[in-house]
């Protein structure tokens, strides 16, 4: 599997205008190896580390700003365009079942945000919609690597992840409508919604980067109750930036928690581009600065993603701490429904439409591997759009909430969430219990010590 090397040596920034914008790398010299931590070289004052990368292709282009009187524009300097979408790369972990597993969710995401879209235009939408397309391969890969036992918090473009995590097509749509069914009854109308005793999911955050504490925490609870979990969350390109997130993410290192970071570079926070937004050439060599594994993979092939968050999973049950993956890809609508995204440039739409993850894995069921014929996708997809029409009017035939309904649910009432512990109590609970049993007065407690 193709690897690069990180050689750091005195900094000498070039000008703007001769450094090499890129969503996918610029040169490096590959090295074999697993190894992320530092290698010395003879002279001492060199090292490299090591980022692993599973693409097939690694496309390199330049976004640059254009100013044309009051107006400005963005247009793509550099970079073939034209080539041909890369084939699927074999997975390492998973059966030809499994991956038409994940085609079929993939299809389900797609499905379900058409018919909200169609919603939103129909008026039946209070507030927003926000869109994971050309996402959708990163989305559901990424959460069916999780065990049962492990945690994710989503962000608003993982609604795959959601589905594939347990939540059905219609409490998305419900929620986004305000419907009383809605998993928030109706008091929220974005994803703001999780499940924290049966689906092991946390709400999202709209501040972002708050997720990645979040989740080390829940690592860390997990620990102190005996139990190494893997915990999964996203954060895009330009969330990635947040101070929080690299609080969130240097705790978990230090502390060797199983946090598995995706981020997701899909080009644009918001209306910036990557190229005006950060100065290193892929966003895991962050890692680095963590001592933490950085992974790079092609978010719009699932069989990528799903290994490199199996291999992050792994390393977080043998409590060997975070993974940070890098997911390139493109986000295919502008941040959201209201944003018609036309600062983009209709060549970059056009490069990553030849890379849509639904069209890539249908190539690569039914033509290159073969373990579905073309009647058989046929019937799958119709068993999904007969699935997500049965949800659609589920979620449309749903009552909106009571007015007086809005009264509940404020304030935290009496057993309204018992916390208990997840797994088991706690070791430090267990030995002050044991010791109460002792006469004579309290002793103090050493401090915990968290590793």
């Given at each position: 599997?193709?690897?690069?090397?990180?050689v750091?040596?005195?900094?000498v920034r070039k000008?703007?205008?001769?450094?090499?914008?890129t969503?996918g790398?610029?040169?490096?010299?590959?090295?074999?190896?697993l190894?992320?931590s530092?290698?010395?070289?003879?002279d001492?004052?060199?090292?490299?580390?090591?980022?692993?990368?599973?693409?097939?292709?690694?496309?390199?282009?330049t976004?640059r700003q254009?100013r044309e009187g009051d107006?400005?524009?963005?247009?793509?300097?550099?970079?073939d365009?034209?080539?041909a979408a890369?084939?699927i790369?074999d997975?390492q972990?998973?059966s030809k079942?499994?991956v038409?597993?994940?085609?079929?969710?993939?299809?389900?995401?797609?499905?379900?945000e058409?018919?909200?879209?169609?919603l939103?235009?129909?008026?039946q939408?209070?507030g927003?919609?926000y869109f994971?397309?050309?996402?959708?391969s990163?989305?559901c890969a990424?959460?069916y690597?999780l065990?049962?036992d492990?945690?994710m918090?989503?962000?608003?473009?993982?609604?795959?992840?959601?589905?594939v995590?347990?939540f059905a097509?219609?409490d998305i749509?419900?929620?986004?409508?305000?419907k009383s069914?809605?998993?928030?009854?109706?008091r929220?109308?974005?994803?703001h919604?999780g499940?924290l005793k049966?689906?092991?999911?946390a709400?999202?955050?709209?501040?972002?980067?708050?997720?990645?504490?979040?989740?080390t925490?829940?690592?860390?609870g997990?620990r102190l109750?005996g139990?190494?979990i893997a915990?999964m969350t996203?954060?895009?390109?330009?969330?990635?930036s947040?101070?929080?997130?690299?609080?969130?993410?240097?705790?978990?290192a230090?502390?060797?928690l199983g946090?598995?970071?995706?981020?997701?570079?899909n080009?644009w926070?918001y209306?910036?581009?990557?190229?005006?937004q950060?100065?290193?050439?892929?966003?895991?060599?962050?890692?680095?600065?963590?001592?933490?594994?950085?992974?790079?993979?092609?978010g719009?092939?699932?069989?990528?993603?799903?290994d490199a968050?199996?291999?992050a999973?792994?390393?977080?049950?043998?409590?060997?701490g975070?993974?940070?993956?890098e997911?390139k890809m493109?986000?295919?609508?502008?941040?959201?429904?209201h944003d018609?995204?036309a600062y983009?440039?209709?060549?970059?739409?056009e490069?990553w439409?030849?890379r849509?993850?639904?069209?890539r894995?249908?190539?690569?069921?039914v033509?290159e591997?073969k373990?579905?014929?073309p009647?058989?996708?046929e019937?799958?997809?119709a068993e999904v759009d007969?699935?997500l029409?049965a949800?659609r009017?589920r979620?449309?035939?749903?009552p909106?909430?009571?007015?007086?309904?809005a009264?509940?649910?404020?304030?935290?009432e009496?057993?309204?969430?018992?916390i208990?512990p997840?797994?088991?109590?706690?070791?430090v609970?267990?030995?002050r219990?044991s010791r109460a049993?002792?006469?004579?007065?309290?002793?103090?407690?050493?401090a915990?010590?968290l590793?």
């Amino acid at each position: 599997m193709p690897k690069k090397t990180i050689v750091n040596k005195p900094l000498v920034r070039k000008p703007a205008a001769e450094r090499s914008g890129t969503n996918g790398t610029r040169t490096r010299i590959a090295k074999s190896g697993l190894n992320h931590s530092a290698r010395q070289f003879a002279d001492g004052d060199r090292r490299a580390y090591t980022i692993r990368d599973y693409r097939l292709e690694k496309p390199c282009f330049t976004v640059r700003q254009v100013r044309e009187g009051d107006t400005v524009r963005y247009e793509v300097e550099s970079g073939d365009l034209n080539k041909a979408a890369p084939p699927i790369r074999d997975s390492q972990y998973l059966s030809k079942q499994q991956v038409i597993e994940i085609y079929r969710w993939m299809l389900l995401n797609r499905r379900m945000e058409t018919a909200l879209e169609n919603l939103y235009k129909q008026g039946q939408v209070v507030g927003g919609v926000y869109f994971g397309l050309g996402q959708e391969s990163c989305s559901c890969a990424s959460a069916y690597a999780l065990g049962e036992d492990d945690w994710m918090g989503p962000m608003i473009r993982n609604q795959g992840a959601l589905l594939v995590r347990g939540f059905a097509p219609a409490d998305i749509m419900m929620q986004y409508m305000a419907k009383s069914g809605s998993p928030t009854g109706g008091r929220d109308t974005t994803s703001h919604f999780g499940d924290l005793k049966k689906r092991n999911v946390a709400a999202p955050i709209s501040m972002l980067g708050d997720l990645i504490p979040v989740l080390t925490g829940v690592a860390l609870g997990a620990r102190l109750q005996g139990k190494n979990i893997a915990t999964m969350t996203w954060i895009g390109d330009g969330g990635q930036s947040t101070g929080v997130t690299y609080e969130g993410l240097n705790f978990a290192a230090v502390q060797k928690l199983g946090l598995v970071l995706i981020v997701e570079n899909n080009l644009w926070a918001y209306s910036t581009p990557s190229d005006m937004q950060f100065g290193v050439a892929d966003l895991a060599e962050r890692a680095i600065g963590y001592g933490i594994p950085g992974v790079i993979v092609d978010g719009t092939d699932a069989c990528q993603v799903y290994d490199a968050c199996h291999e992050a999973c792994a390393r977080a049950h043998n409590g060997e701490g975070p993974t940070l993956i890098e997911a390139k890809m493109m986000r295919m609508k502008g941040h959201a429904i209201h944003d018609a995204a036309a600062y983009v440039p209709k060549e970059l739409f056009e490069y990553w439409k030849r890379r849509d993850p639904i069209a890539r894995m249908e190539n690569y069921l039914v033509r290159e591997k073969k373990w579905l014929t073309p009647a058989e996708n046929e019937k799958l997809i119709a068993e999904v759009d007969r699935q997500l029409e049965a949800e659609r009017e589920r979620a449309v035939s749903s009552p909106m909430p009571t007015p007086e309904s809005a009264v509940g649910g404020v304030y935290c009432e009496d057993g309204c969430h018992e916390i208990k512990p997840k797994y088991e109590m706690p070791g430090v609970a267990a030995n002050r219990t044991s010791r109460a049993s002792s006469a004579g007065p309290k002793r103090s407690e050493a401090a915990v010590h968290l590793k």
